[in-house]
């Protein structure tokens, strides 16, 4: 564009001199020359306008989640690409009509009193309501907000939302992941508990056949008793003299089996009665202990764990308990029989090809807390294995000989009773530490 020529008076045109002429030039120049200008910030603008137009497009057409705005009368002024997907519509039969037309008739009271309530309080209103397809209802999770301008005044609003399936989904996929982790973790203290009780068999099994055998024993011997009775009643009964009685007595030793008889009876109370304290014992250490907490001696369940791994252990095992005779804690009592044999049984496996292999159980009040210490006369652990002792299945021991589960979930079932399980470092042997609240029984 080029300014429009001009004749050049020699000194005036039509009674117009030369500086009127230059006046009009001079603002005919910066007219154009202001216009110019304008054109070229106006095609900035343009630029700008529709670059973020292609943005504000690409926005849209990637969000997975549904968005909607729409003015202050509730006509739809732009929507996500997500939102024609799931309603099944196109952006052309949608833009600039009543929202209202995508959702089912029995929503839309509730869409018009929700959108009304975000306008005139400014505030976010949460709202779910179903799509009208052809395919049917699609129900969504929306949250509304206040769409402002500079001044602070709503001029419409922006609704979120997200198909409730895919949330409902998602929660029960969450619980169900949560409740296969607790019963994995049931799992692991079971299959723990297992390991020791098996590693534990050959000391039972023998413990249990010495009383068993006893017994068997002693029935035979009274068996050969009574045979020997029988036999003198039945001579009595039948009329025999005294001197064939006490001849037949003397012959039969019944004075001697009587005797015998009274040691043989009191022989298979003894390893009776020893049978039923090896079951329950037994009973109590196999015990689920998934019910509710109960209050339980500690030291009592210390010595009847204790005394399990040492009927398995191979060589002669001292163990000396040391401390407290009662230590009255609260929690599952078959749980923490299993946090002690674990710790028995990792101190006798220390000490498998030591001499004079000695454990020592303390128990002590320090206090709000009960403390059991199992000490042994092992090689200890070594500075650069202790930090990873309670991780889980890491194991020192060889293949086949440790799951590496062990203190672990021991670490993991004192801090469900409320208290912990640490290694305390010492100058010889290996020290474990139990503490777990006390009790205060009335």
């Not at 202001?34 to 292609?54: F, G, K, P, S, Y």
């Not at 549904?66 to 002024?77: A, I, K, P, W």
């Not at 419409?156 to 973790?185: C, F, I, M, N, W």
């Amino acid at each position: 564009m080029e300014p429009p020529s001009t004749p050049q008076p020699a000194s005036t045109v039509s009674g117009i001199d030369e500086s009127a002429w230059s006046e009009v030039l001079r603002a005919v120049d910066d007219t154009y020359s202001a216009l110019i200008e304008n054109q070229t910030a106006l095609e900035a603008r343009n630029r700008e306008l529709e670059d973020l137009r292609r943005f504000m497009g690409s926005v849209m057409a990637s969000v997975s989640d549904v968005l909607l705005v729409v003015s202050r009368t509730g006509d739809l002024q732009e929507c996500s690409a997500s939102l024609l997907r799931l309603a099944e519509r196109d952006r052309d039969d949608i833009l600039e009509k009543p929202i209202a037309a995508l959702f089912a008739e029995a929503d839309r009271p509730r869409l018009a009193d929700a959108l009304q309530a975000v306008i005139s309080a400014k505030a976010r209103v949460d709202f779910e309501a179903d799509l009208d397809r052809t395919e049917g209802a699609a129900t969504l999770e929306f949250s509304i907000a206040p769409r402002l301008d500079d001044r602070g005044r709503a001029t419409g609003a922006v609704l979120t939302g997200r198909p409730v399936g895919e949330l409902r989904q998602a929660y029960a996929e969450l619980a169900k992941s949560h409740d296969a982790l607790q019963q994995t973790q049931a799992q692991l203290v079971r299959n723990e508990k297992l390991a020791s009780l098996g590693r534990l068999l050959a000391g039972v099994a023998h413990e249990l056949n010495n009383p068993i055998s006893f017994v068997y024993a002693n029935a035979h011997a009274m068996e050969r008793y009574a045979t020997k009775f029988e036999t003198y009643f039945e001579r009595v009964q039948e009329g025999a003299d005294r001197e064939e009685l006490v001849s037949l007595r003397e012959e039969l030793k019944l004075d001697r089996e009587i005797r015998n008889l009274r040691e043989a009876i009191d022989g298979a109370r003894d390893g009776a009665e020893r049978v039923r304290d090896i079951v329950a014992d037994l009973r109590r250490l196999s015990a689920e202990g998934s019910g509710e907490t109960e209050e339980f001696d500690l030291a009592e369940a210390a010595r009847t764990a204790a005394s399990w791994v040492a009927r398995g252990a191979k060589g002669e095992l001292r163990i000396t308990f040391m401390g407290l005779d009662a230590a009255p804690v609260a929690g599952k009592p078959g749980h923490i029989q299993q946090v002690v044999m674990n710790l028995v049984q990792n101190a006798v496996d220390s000490m498998a090809d030591q001499e004079d292999a000695a454990l020592h159980l303390d128990i002590r009040q320090t206090g709000d807390f009960l403390t059991l210490d199992v000490t042994d006369t092992g090689p200890g652990i070594p500075a650069d294995v202790a930090p990873h002792i309670f991780d889980p299945f890491y194991t020192t021991k060889p293949v086949g000989q440790g799951t590496g589960l062990g203190l672990a979930i021991s670490h993991k079932i004192a801090d469900e009773h409320g208290g912990r399980l640490l290694h305390v470092p010492t100058d010889e042997g290996t020290c474990m530490r139990l503490e777990l609240p006390v009790v205060t029984i009335p």
